[in-house]
């Protein structure tokens, strides 16, 4: 696979804190591990995924369904305590994503491996900053802005709160540990959502549904499902496919605090399915891909042109696609 690193020390710079994150909590060794530390681990893993799956994504980046604006901005605030910057930016990236998908323009286009897909974009200091044009419907909001751009004192906030409350065993695992966790679950679904799981919709990218990674993610893992309606706020389609946060919204809906949920069309829900023959063109890119990467170097400018074609016939389908579900 390509490297997408373009500055090598600023990726240092970015992996190196990264890394060292990942081995605060065994420091609960030394800490000793309480109940309330533990109860801490658990409540925020599950209180901070709920704010990026409903909020940053569902809401945020997707618009799927409607609420007042001091809920808005309380749902916002939360999500910055995840360690993910603020909510305009991950919006920003995650529209950007499902506008190119699987392409060089995907901020974490599956194409160049696992580990960008599911880290690397962001170490590599390429996202930084972002261009917040056509981003209006949040940037519109000052206190939105505020936190976006002020996006550390969330986290600072919850780790001197776990402090406070838990002591050191509280801010190691209660703080850390979910923090990691959530990071993980979260940075799973741009990464193995795209190679592991079952397609029910011919999407044109690679991705899939993982009942695994739902559970995990609080209903993240339907991704074949979100790829093929983004605008669901539901992302199991049916039943049996657990879906904790729109569970969450659903209950949010009969309190009135949230409304005008959107919901796929019977039309949609039976578009572009694979068992009744669809051509999954998602699959076949993903093939042709791997194909042309076994050219020699020496075809290297053949090589490019193709795959250029390939990502121009993709963002065609997504167009399209978007238009007929406009339609429907």
């Known amino acids: 696979m390509r490297s997408r690193v373009t500055n090598r020390r600023q990726y240092r710079r970015s992996a190196t804190p990264f890394v060292l994150f990942h081995f605060v909590p065994l420091l609960a060794l030394l800490t000793g591990v309480t109940k309330t530390a533990l109860v801490l681990l658990v409540g925020l893993y599950v209180l901070r995924m709920l704010a990026i799956t409903c909020g940053y994504h ?127 679950a979260t940075f799973s679904i741009n990464s193995l959502t795209h190679l592991v799981g079952r397609r029910r919709y011919a999407t044109p990218d690679t991705s899939r549904n993982s009942f695994a990674l739902a559970l995990v993610t609080m209903g993240e893992g339907w991704h074949n499902n979100h790829h093929h309606y983004p605008r669901s706020v539901r992302q199991g389609f049916f039943w049996w496919e657990v879906d904790a946060g729109y569970m969450l919204l659903k209950v949010m809906s009969w309190l009135h605090v949230v409304h005008d949920m959107q919901y796929p069309t019977p039309a949609s829900m039976q578009a572009r399915l694979i068992r009744t023959g669809q051509f999954d063109v998602g699959r076949f890119r993903q093939h042709f891909d791997r194909a042309v990467h076994i050219l020699p170097e020496e075809a290297t400018h053949v090589r490019e042109l193709l795959r250029e074609a390939a990502d121009q016939a993709a963002t065609m389908a997504s167009t399209s696609t978007r238009r007929s579900r406009v339609q429907t």
């Open 58 to 184: 569902r809401y945020f980046s997707h618009r799927t369904y409607k609420m007042n604006r001091a809920m808005q901005f309380v749902v916002g605030f939360i999500g910055t305590t995840a360690a993910q910057r603020g909510p305009i930016w991950w919006a920003k990236y995650h529209r950007d994503h499902h506008k190119y998908a699987d392409t060089d323009r995907d901020p974490h286009t599956p194409k160049d491996g696992f580990w960008w897909s599911h880290i690397g974009w962001v170490l590599s200091g390429d996202f930084h900053d972002c261009d917040y044009r056509g981003m209006e419907d949040l940037t519109k909001y000052p206190e939105l802005v505020f936190i976006n751009k002020h996006d550390w004192i969330g986290p600072w906030v919850l780790g001197i709160l776990c402090t406070v409350v838990g002591g050191w065993s509280g801010l190691v695992l209660g703080f850390f540990g979910s923090t990691i966790g959530v990071w993980h």
